[in-house]
């Protein structure tokens, strides 16, 4: 499962992970020996006795990385500046399976921004409507927006209409999985 190109690590410390594709929370002990396969986003993905895990940035010391930093916004900050943040926080959220994130896989359908109450709501689908991980992957977005200067309120709904299909994949998404 892991390639030529995957770094060695070993857990520093216990660390609670997330199990993928079923998405279950599982805890790695320090020790364990295991092989990060993918490093994007903030979020690793790592190899350890046949099966694939999910370590959030926050828990990236466990493999001895650097934890993940929050962003930030200028003083004057515009309502621009905010939204281009939002999404580019969104294009740090990658479905563990797929190097590609979601904003490339053309999974975000809809992104309203109320900037007096501070509040975001997106609407997302998912590549496959059973995939495991989708609360996870939703977690994921809502953390992600969540720490925008500004925001106070994230709701991130999971929709399946309009089907997600590979023609919504941006070109750059298309190139790198090979569907071009």
């Known amino acids: 499962m892991f390639s030529h190109t995957s770094q060695p690590c070993t857990f520093e410390r216990d660390c609670d992970v997330v199990m993928i594709p079923a998405g279950d929370t599982v805890t790695i002990p320090?020790?364990?020996?295991?092989y990060i396969t993918q490093a994007l986003g903030g979020s690793f993905t790592v190899f350890v006795d046949g099966n694939l895990f999910r370590i959030a940035g926050v828990d990236a010391d466990a493999i001895?990385?650097?934890?993940?930093?929050?962003?930030?916004?200028?003083?004057?900050?515009t309502d621009d500046d905010v939204e281009n943040l939002l999404w580019d926080q969104m294009k740090t959220v990658y479905d563990p399976e797929i190097p590609v994130d979601l904003v490339n896989l053309g999974l975000i359908y809809r992104v309203d921004i109320d900037q007096e109450r501070g509040r975001v709501d997106i609407d997302m689908t998912l590549t496959a409507p059973g995939c495991g991980m989708g609360d996870?992957?939703?977690?994921?977005?809502?953390?992600?927006?969540?720490?925008?200067?500004?925001?106070?309120?994230?709701r991130v709904e999971l929709v399946?209409?309009?089907p997600w299909n590979q023609s919504m994949m941006s070109e750059e998404a298309r190139l790198q999985t090979g569907l071009m």
């Open 160 to 162: 399946f209409d309009p």
């Open 64 to 77: 001895g990385k650097q934890p993940v930093m929050p962003p930030s916004l200028p003083d004057n900050a």
């Open 136 to 154: 996870i992957i939703v977690q994921d977005a809502q953390e992600k927006i969540a720490v925008v200067p500004t925001v106070s309120d994230v």
């Open 30 to 34: 320090a020790g364990t020996v295991g």
